[in-house]
């Protein structure tokens, strides 16, 4: 089932802006899990910015980065794994890689979609 991490407000922030958002991928399962991470730009109307296929080996970890190009000054993190058994935390960065803290969202956090 989709997860999102809902709108999530880019500006200022500290030490600066996140410019990319990156989602560590936990899979518990004993087979692959794929899918498709997404970010989408909410200033005005919702529009995708970009979007990666995972794929996590069984019992493994991946990170996926995607770039908020245009400068989002809101955003929204998608996750659409094939299945269930993932562990997820998205988390915005500044083009440095400094983790924004007031932009993570644990696992807990995220919202299923319909």
């Not at 989602?23 to 910015?49: E, H, P, Y």
């Amino acid at each position: 089932m989709p997860l999102t991490t809902g709108p999530i407000e880019n500006i200022g922030n500290q030490p600066a802006n996140a410019t990319n958002v990156r989602v560590k991928i936990l899979n518990r399962t004993g087979g692959t899990l794929t899918g498709v991470v997404r970010v989408f730009r909410l200033n005005g109307t919702r529009r995708l910015l970009s979007s990666s296929n995972f794929s996590v080996g069984a019992n493994a970890s991946t990170f996926v980065t995607l770039n908020l190009v245009g400068g989002a000054f809101q955003y929204e993190t998608e996750i659409v794994p094939n299945q269930t058994g993932g562990l997820y935390t998205a988390y915005g960065r500044t083009a440095s890689g400094v983790i924004i803290t007031a932009q993570r969202v644990l696992n807990s956090e995220l919202v299923q979609i319909l």
